[in-house]
């Protein structure tokens, strides 16, 4: 995680504390302030807190890192006694310390943390309360859970949130993008290989990332496009929780809760035979469907705060939010490509405007264009999602042209990789 946003989801968690005095502190701040109070030379153990007493006051030292490193943050809390500030301290570093990626040098490993809770995920509207509120339920089962819901919802958040909740949450969080693999390698990279498995191998052998996840959580986003004689070997390690490396002799056990995600109706792929039905009922025990941000009006505008928030920190900008014009265009928009259209929307126009409110001139000229996407309710209801994905890379190929160069433009502007373009291309005939 980039130290600003996990600066901006402590001050998230310190804002609910008016009556608190927290100092943030780093670099040579932090080394002076471990040496002075006589925080442990030792390394802190995960969830642990250092009290001192400075002029009477109480304060909590929570460090962020084990052992205390100084390009990582601390923060000083002040006010209140002592179990209070414990409590405080203690709920903070259960927060923080999680979202640190632990690796150790020169090992083979990818135990890699959550990066984000349920608090992370910005939302007022009745859809999304109640689907919190589900998935806070299910994440602390070990069944599977399948995220279906447009890209750019926000599936990857949710399988993050639902880990951080889990039992599991002190294990690996593994993600795979069976999009973004190469078909011919995604055998290797999902269960490992032997040495001297096949030419260009690691002469050592590798793990595969369901070994890479065993004791924690695997999310396997875009899981409709992994291929058919894949999925048989998927349901065959869910079945029996074993997985055979490339070249191996012998399997091996791991325990793994998986969480998949889609934007496509695997239902619709079952029927078109595209996916198999044992595979869909196995990774389906638990269905969460995450709706479009045209469909929750409501989280547009506090959405925005955030995202504004969020980037007046990152580029050091000053805006204080938007016109009201630019506020009723906002809710009238369709939002195609969902809150992660929103937050590049955001990102481009404090770019350029650095202060004040946002106003037309900032936003990208496709949010003020007519005719660009249908607008009308009666036509958006006819419309499936495989249509507006489909009217979406026609859009973006028009735009940057159908070469290579400009094909890779087109993946970018639409959030997905090349590899999966390319597929949608070929699968609209475009």
């Not at 032997?194 to 260009?200: L, N, P, Q």
């Amino acid at each position: 995680m980039e130290k600003d946003q996990l600066l901006s989801r402590i001050k998230k968690f310190l804002k609910k504390m008016p009556d608190l005095e927290a100092e943030i502190i780093s670099g040579e701040t932090l080394v002076s302030f471990c040496e002075k109070r006589g925080t442990p030379k030792k390394p802190l153990a995960e969830g642990e807190v250092f009290w001192s007493v400075v002029g009477g006051e109480g304060v909590i030292f929570v460090p962020l890192s084990s052992p205390i490193n100084p390009e990582e943050l601390g923060i000083i809390l002040k006010g209140g006694n002592k179990e209070k500030l414990f409590s405080i301290g203690e709920a903070l570093q259960e927060l923080c310390c999680p979202l640190l990626m632990q690796t150790t040098p020169g090992k083979e490993t990818e135990n890699l943390k959550y990066s984000y809770t349920f608090d992370d995920i910005i939302s007022c509207s009745p859809q999304m309360e109640d689907l919190k509120r589900r998935a806070r339920i299910v994440a602390g089962t070990e069944s599977s859970i399948l995220l279906r819901g447009e890209s750019g919802t926000g599936k990857e958040m949710f399988a993050h949130a639902i880990h951080a909740a889990s039992l599991r949450k002190n294990g690996p969080f593994i993600v795979v993008n069976c999009s973004a693999i190469p078909e011919q390698l995604l055998e290797s990279e999902l269960f490992g290989y032997e040495k001297g498995a096949f030419t260009g191998a690691d002469p050592g052998g590798k793990k595969g990332k369901f070994e890479l996840a065993d004791k924690g959580t695997f999310f396997l986003d875009e899981i409709g496009e992994l291929p058919l004689h894949h999925q048989a070997k998927l349901l065959r390690v869910l079945q029996e929780k074993k997985v055979e490396r490339l070249g191996a002799e012998k399997e091996n056990i791991v325990d793994v809760r998986i969480i998949t995600a889609s934007n496509r109706s695997l239902i619709d792929m079952v029927e078109k035979k595209e996916f198999r039905i044992d595979l869909f009922h196995r990774l389906s025990v638990i269905p969460l469907e995450i709706p479009p941000l045209r469909e929750r009006k409501e989280d547009i505008l506090p959405l925005t705060g955030h995202f504004i928030d969020y980037y007046n920190q990152k580029l050091d900008s000053e805006v204080k939010g938007l016109k009201e014009e630019v506020k009723e265009q906002f809710l009238k928009y369709p939002w195609p490509g969902n809150v992660r259209e929103l937050q590049n929307s955001i990102e481009f126009a404090l770019n350029f405007c650095r202060r004040g409110f946002l106003s037309r001139d900032c936003l990208p000229k496709k949010i003020w264009e007519s005719g660009n996407f249908p607008v009308n309710h009666e036509e958006k209801e006819t419309l499936n999602l495989e249509k507006w994905e489909e009217i979406l890379i026609k859009k973006a190929l028009l735009k940057h042209g159908d070469n290579t160069k400009g094909k890779n433009k087109a993946a970018q502007e639409l959030g997905i990789n090349l590899t999966t373009l390319y597929r949608k291309i070929q699968k609209y005939g475009l």
